[in-house]
């Protein structure tokens, strides 16, 4: 059993203080820790009563559910990844690199689209924070094995992006979260953190080459740090070389449009699919 602040309740499966779950749930969290360091198993939620019975704990159904996305292929990659079983992730991972497929592949068309399925499972309610934060663990467990490979395959991230929480703010859940899709969806993610002064933001542009920007701020009150974020790198003569994307529970499109930035998400797998966008590979 385990706490999660964003969820103001614990995650369990049992019990008058487990988190109440929709008719269609399925079997939730099996164990969970409150650091989420150690493997925890989600089992992928029905998606609509009676479509996958009890979520993707039945072979039969699994294979059919996969077969609709065109992952079946991948079995059984991609189950893990949305089940957030990072030990079997690592172990079929370990066991397919090298045998039938390169790191690239392995990153392209099973790593990137499994952690694209929670972000859609996401944006439809039908995953909540835990299990994108499980599955996100869980994907970046295959990520450190192939990472090697990669370098040797001479293989790029899809793009680079320079992360942070804007000046006078110190929230970093949103911002981790849309850094966890992103680095999903097969980008380097420069992460500059929280309480982020516009001169950091002009310095990772010219010294990290990056090619996106995203701004985080939680409070009205620091909004006004991204426009001076933009100003400041429209003053380094910086701000044609990136696309800018901001995002926040008090920022809206009409105040991204008002300062002059690229782009707005209201969640985190918006902001990877904005992202992709960006870089022309959505």
């Known amino acids: 059993m385990c706490t999660v602040p964003a969820l103001g309740g614990p995650i369990g499966t049992g019990g008058p203080a487990s988190v109440s779950r929709p008719a269609w749930y399925g079997r939730a969290v099996v164990t969970a820790t409150c650091s989420l360091a150690r493997s925890t ?13 009890n979520g993707l704990q039945q072979t039969s159904a699994l294979s059919s559910y996969l ?20 030990d079997l992730v690592t172990e079929h991972v370990a066991a397919s690199l090298g045998e039938a497929m390169s790191a690239s592949e392995m990153l392209y068309e099973a790593l990137i689209p499994g952690m694209a399925e929670v972000g859609r499972l996401f944006e439809i309610n039908e995953y909540y924070v835990p299990e994108m934060l499980i599955a996100a663990r869980a994907m970046k467990a295959g990520l450190a094995i192939i990472r090697p490979k990669l370098v040797e395959e001479d293989v790029e991230p899809v793009g680079r992006i320079a992360l942070g929480t804007v000046k006078g703010d110190l929230h ?4 981790n979260l849309v850094g966890i899709m992103i680095e999903g969806a097969g980008f380097d993610v420069v992460d500059l953190g929280v ?14 080459n990056v090619h996106l920007v995203g701004l985080s701020a939680l409070l ?11 100003d ?9 070389k990136v696309k800018i994307l901001i995002g926040g529970a008090p920022v809206t499109q009409k105040y991204a449009d008002e300062i002059g930035a690229d782009g707005y998400s209201r969640d985190a797998a918006g902001a990877a699919t904005l992202a992709k966008r960006m870089m022309g590979v959505a």
């Open 220 to 230: 009205t009150t620091t909004m006004p740090s991204m426009r001076d974020t933009i």
């Open 172 to 175: 970093d859940i949103g911002k």
């Open 67 to 86: 077969r609709t996305l065109g992952l079946d292929q991948w079995e059984p990659i991609h189950p893990s990844i949305l089940e957030g079983d990072r």
């Open 41 to 53: 198993r989600v089992v992928l939620p029905a998606q609509g009563r009676g479509r996958l019975g």
């Open 195 to 208: 309480d982020v002064a516009p001169q950091q933001f002009v310095e990772a542009v010219q010294e990290k």
């Open 232 to 240: 400041a790198l429209i003053e380094a003569g910086v701000r044609d």
